[in-house]
């Protein structure tokens, strides 16, 4: 049997232990269970090294803004204005914020990295349970029984893995809440 | 540091020394220091472009989200978040640029005046 291609490798597994089960749906003309496992697939490895590239250039705000106190310092010491001062006082906050920004959407990614992970390790779980408590009524639909009692166990297992994914994927709802008031710029200067 | 940062500054007219600000006086040597100053501004602007391309460097598409509605609105709103980095780390730098920029123009002004350099910094 040639394992289904998920990116996740708990879906991976799943998919493996779903096969049965699929296969009665298809004889059934029910839904497909692990079609219903695709729209959870997921590569948290490739979101946690974006993240990790956006807390590179959080670092590289920080190690701007100490150039910049390093050279308005300067500019000081060499007879620049009052005025100068303010300005640069100005900028100065507005780097802070600028890091600060950048350190919280990386540790955002990070977060939502490891909750897909969550998500698919705990559908993969879930899912598995309902196939193997099928076992009985996928056997018999797969050996020719036809029937109301095995069909309906069956059909219903296939509906409830649907509606199993269904329920993490609505958990991703929060995480894009979360990263909402990180979307827009936090520096102004104008 | 990308060229010709510092020569924005010619397109403010209204923030060129000597057409405003504020006077300060500048003793020659005073010059050399406003421009090393500005060395180091030059430098954190720098930094700020090298941070914006790290923040570049970080997109990613849709796919290791999901594929699902959810999924695709949550990869969106990650890449307008990198976005929204990427554009604070290059105003910082314009801004940063801007401020070497009037420093240099300022030591230029404290050599051509002597001890009547002015230095404007108004946003």
């Not at chain 1, 899912?127 to 309906?152: H, I, K, N, T, Y």
Request: hydrophobic letters at 50%; proline letters at 4%; glycine letters at 8%.
């Amino acid at each position: 049997m040639t394992a289904e291609v998920f990116e996740h490798p708990a879906l991976v597994s799943a998919a493996s232990e779903l096969s049965a089960l699929r296969a009665a749906a298809g004889r059934l003309g029910v839904a497909d269970p692990v079609a219903a496992l695709r729209h959870l697939d997921c590569a948290p490895a490739s979101i946690r090294t974006s993240a990790s590239a956006v807390d590179t250039g959080a670092l590289g705000v920080t190690a701007a803004q100490a150039e910049f106190r390093a050279g308005v310092e300067r500019a000081e010491n060499g007879g620049s204005t009052d005025a100068f001062g303010t300005w640069a006082d100005t900028v100065d906050g507005q780097y802070a914020a600028a890091a600060r920004a950048a350190a919280a959407t990386a540790a955002l990614g990070v977060r939502i990295a490891d909750r897909l992970d969550e998500l698919a390790v705990a559908a993969s779980e879930e899912v598995c349970a309902l196939a193997a408590a099928a076992s009985a009524p996928v056997s018999a639909v797969l050996a020719g029984d036809r029937s109301a009692e095995v069909v309906s166990e069956v059909s219903a297992t296939c509906t409830a893995v649907i509606r199993a994914v269904q329920e993490k994927i609505a958990a991703l709802t929060a995480l894009a809440a979360e990263l909402e008031p990180l979307t827009a710029p936090v520096v102004e200067l104008s | 540091m990308p060229e010709g940062r510092g020569s924005r500054i010619s397109d403010a007219p209204g923030l060129r020394p000597g057409a405003g600000g504020f006077a300060t006086r500048n003793p020659p040597e005073k010059g050399d220091r406003l421009r090393a100053a500005a060395d180091l501004l030059d430098q954190a602007a720098a930094a700020d472009d090298k941070a914006a391309g790290r923040f570049a460097e970080a997109r990613v598409d849709s796919t290791p989200f999901g594929i699902s509605p959810q999924a695709r609105e949550l990869a969106a709103r990650w890449a307008t978040a990198l976005a929204a980095r990427e554009a604070d780390a290059r105003v910082l730098g314009d801004a940063t640029s801007d401020l070497a920029g009037r420093l240099r123009m300022a030591a230029v002004s404290t050599r051509s005046t002597g001890f009547r350099g002015r230095l404007a910094v108004a946003p």
